[in-house]
């Protein structure tokens, strides 16, 4: 028997003295004898035997393991109670009346503690996830004074002790409470009783060591980065028992030092959790060791913590729940270390609480900036999340629970609140220069993205707008918020339909007062406009300021790398930037001849007649017409074939308005070019069928096309398109116009040409309009006659061609049809006005242009 249990207390690396202790135990006299004399000690070891006796039992059965390990850990928890609760070993002595007594007191105290080390021997040679156990009792041992602290720590070292030696056979570990563990021990590695913090400096030996096994795979990639950084492990690599790591006894430096090297990142971040979580401990003493640690900690591994959001969350509710925490300052220092190394984590979290923010939250936003070289990294985190849209809710976020208003996303006006407290701290003077360009334009956009929401009232600050005015304020542009002031644009950029003006207003004072900045932020919009915005908004914003910059700083025509954007806006997706960059062009027609890409510029003009915009093509017509007025004959001549050709579809285009300016300019054009008409006469010809039939007019005439006999074919077969037109007046005209030019023209047409057109004159007989059935009557007349006239001899036909050509005829009206005297909604109509040809030259016209074409 006593071989047997020698064997598997070897095996389970018992002590020799352990096994002895079992054999006295089982004698018959001391058993009842020390019943009697001590018997408060033999019933915790009567109970400890039960309790051992269950958790064996639920260890060796199927039950769950979460379930197994919950239970386990119950009857532990009352076993350690009853263990640790004994008096110490010179008061029990005093229970025995004879050397002996004492001496058999002391074997059964021995190994009641014998006992329940070997309870959790057993637990975890079996399984080491059950390291779990070490940290309850380090947190059950920190509860209560009272239980024999140094006894405790003394079975937890031995336990990593023993399951240090047994890791190194394994694959994998799977220990996840090594990290709470390690902060318990770190604790009491700086304990006033300096038995408790030997074990405690062993156990936490121990605890490494078994972290090196647990991550040898990330510890291996990462020695070479170790020692180019000459940072070393203070542990020993074989981790021998033998060695007794003074270096961890009661120096912070060198356990933060170890643990931080040591642990993989989640157990970091559980080391720095319990850490953070002591700091509201009713034991100040143990309270200021943690924050020393924490604080060290940090200060050298703030990068391995994972987790940063939920830390300053925890921070923020407790300084919440108590703003004289005792702790305070402690805390706020955290949150500093943190924004070190994971400042969008920090901030991104500081900026997801409701607006506006508390006292607490302010505090916070001072720590999170609260150094120099932080502060670059906190504008840019906050220029991140600025350029969000408030309101506006992302797919990727809809699931994640948000703390901020109305459950949509007010990050941006917290962001710009924060603005408002830190723009001012001495110790951001630098970084806010650094990112001013990028401030300026991230907050105008903000105030529109307020105003269109219509989210300021009178009981809600407008933080977008007073950090702008801090941001000139501290950006040495005191003299620039006065003026505005004084025109009243910060009052009046609460009003949705002012803003447009407020940043031609913003634009023209910092160029009144020749802001320094000027280099920077007209690179920043330079940059910003090849990239191009985010959303199509905010190109407005960008164009209206980038625009009004120019003016103020460089005489028209702008230098090339500026024309290119402003080529390219023509055709932007928004109309109100082509418009812009529309009206911005047309402006420069007094010096377009100075312009080196000048058929480039518009050509793009002529690319903006295609847009769906209605607006946009009256704009570039206008554009386009103002231009060509000052351009020089040559640069014309060149692109005269390319503008009348582009005339041509929009002389066929669904608005009326559009209609009849295609038309007048062509005419305006053909009369520019009357000494180039031999380079047109394709052109002309392909747009005469439209010309005519959108004049409404009942002086047509006719007659005057015979000059063109050869295209009379072709002017035929391109009216005979429009007999399928929707609009009526349409079909009218074309029956009209077809007649007519089958009567000049009739001897110039061949048998298949007529039978083709008598064949799409026959369709129109059954028009639902009964005038159209009369007009085409008229017109089927026609083509029979000329059918009926035709000869077979090809000599006969060529004879009659020259004739007509020789004798031209004057003819007589034909249909005798009256042209409504409501021509209202005429394209002829419709006419330039004197806003249009001059362009807009000051801040009401910018502003009404906007508005009007917005």
Partial sequence: MTSKIQKTSKNLGYSKDKVTGLQCLRSSVKWHRLEHIATSLWDVYSGLFGDQAMILAVNSSFVDPSLQFESQLKIIESSFKKVFSIPSLE?????????????????????????????????????????????????????????????????ISRVLSFA????????????????????????????????????????????????????????????????????????????????VPKVLQRDRAKIVQSVGQTLMP??????????????????????????????????????????????VDAIYKKLRENS?????????????????????????????????????????????????SVAPHV???????????????????????????????????????????????????????????????????????????????????????????????????????????????????????FHHQGVYLIAKTLSEYNFPQFPETLQYLYKLSVEGPRRSEDSVITVIFFTELLNNFFKDPFPEEFLVLFRNWVNDSNPAVSKLSLQKIANMAPVINEIENVCSLLISILDAFLSKEKTVIIRALLTLRRLLGKLDKVTYSSLCIRIASSYCPLMDHSNEGIRSMAIRHFGELLRDMSHYTWMLNDVVLGGLV??????????????????????????????????????????????????????????????????????????????EDPIIRQLAEITH?????????????????????????????????????????????????????????EGLTDENSVYMFVKNET
């Fill in 379 to 497: 504008l840019k985190t906050i220029l991140l999340i600025l350029k969000g849209k408030p309101g506006e809710v992302h797919a990727s976020l809809q699931e994640r629970r948000r703390f901020s208003l109305d459950t949509t996303n007010m990050m941006p006006v917290a962001a710009s609140q924060a603005l408002c407290t830190l723009l001012p701290v001495a110790s951001y003077k630098k970084a806010v220069a650094q990112f001013f360009p990028q401030l300026l334009m991230a907050l105008m956009l903000q105030v529109f993205y307020i105003s269109e929401l219509r989210l300021v009232t009178e009981d809600r600050p407008f933080y977008a707008r007073d950090a702008l005015r801090v941001l000139l304020n501290c950006s040495g542009l005191q003299q620039v918020d006065i003026a505005l002031k004084k025109k009243n644009c910060w009052n009046q950029f609460s009003e949705e339909l």
């Fill in 690 to 767: 439209p010309l005519i039939l959108f004049l409404e007019d009942t002086d047509i005439s006719v007659v005057k096309l015979v000059s063109h006999e050869n295209y009379i074919t072709d002017l035929i077969s391109d009216t005979l398109g429009f007999l399928r037109s929707s609009r009526i007046y349409l079909r009218k005209a074309s029956v009209i116009l077809i007649g007519y030019l089958a009567k000049s023209g009739g001897h110039l047409l061949l048998r298949d040409e007529i039978e083709v057109m008598l064949e799409a004159i026959d369709r129109v007989l059954w028009d």
């Fill in 324 to 372: 004289s925490h005792v702790m305070r300052q402690a805390m706020l220092r955290v949150t500093t270390l943190l924004t070190r190394t994971s400042p969008k984590k920090v901030i991104f979290q500081l900026m997801d609480y409701p607006v506006p923010a508390d006292n607490t939250l302010i505090l916070m936003w001072h720590a999170a900036g609260s150094e120099s």
């Fill in 91 to 155: 008061k029990v002595r005093q229970m025995g009346n004879s050397e002996d007594d004492k001496e058999d007191i002391e074997n059964l105290y021995q190994n009641i503690l014998n006992m329940y080390e070997d309870t959790l021997l057993i637990l975890v040679s079996k399984d080491l996830y059950k390291l779990q156990i070490l940290k309850d009792m380090a947190m059950w041992m920190n509860e209560d004074s009272s239980y024999l602290q140094e006894r405790a720590i003394v079975v």
């Fill in 781 to 837: 007349k026609i083509f029979k006659e000329i059918a009926h006239r035709l000869t077979s001899s090809h000599v006969k036909q060529t004879f009659r061609r020259l004739f007509h050509f020789i004798y031209i005829k004057k003819l007589k009206p034909l249909y005798n049809y009256n042209w409504p005297n409501n021509l209202a909604s005429s394209p002829m109509k419709i006419k330039e006005t004197n806003g249009d040809k």
């Fill in 164 to 243: 240090s030696r047994k890791v190194r056979g394994y694959a994998s570990v799977d220990a996840p409470c090594l990290g709470v563990l390690a902060a318990e021990l770190s604790l009491l590695c700086c304990h006033d009783d300096v038995s408790i913090t030997q074990q405690a400096s062993l156990g936490l030996h121990h605890l490494l060591c078994i972290a090196k096994c647990q991550n040898e795979d990330i510890e291996k990639t990462k020695s070479t980065k170790y020692e180019k950084h000459g940072n070393h492990c203070l542990l020993s690599p074989s981790c021998d028992t033998e060695f």
């Fill in 266 to 311: 989640s157990l970091l971040t559980d080391f720095v959790w319990n850490l953070l979580m002591t700091l509201s401990s009713p034991n100040c003493v143990t309270a200021f060791k943690a924050s020393t640690i924490l604080k060290m900690t940090l200060e050298s591994h703030a990068h391995k913590v994972t987790m940063v959001s939920k830390i």
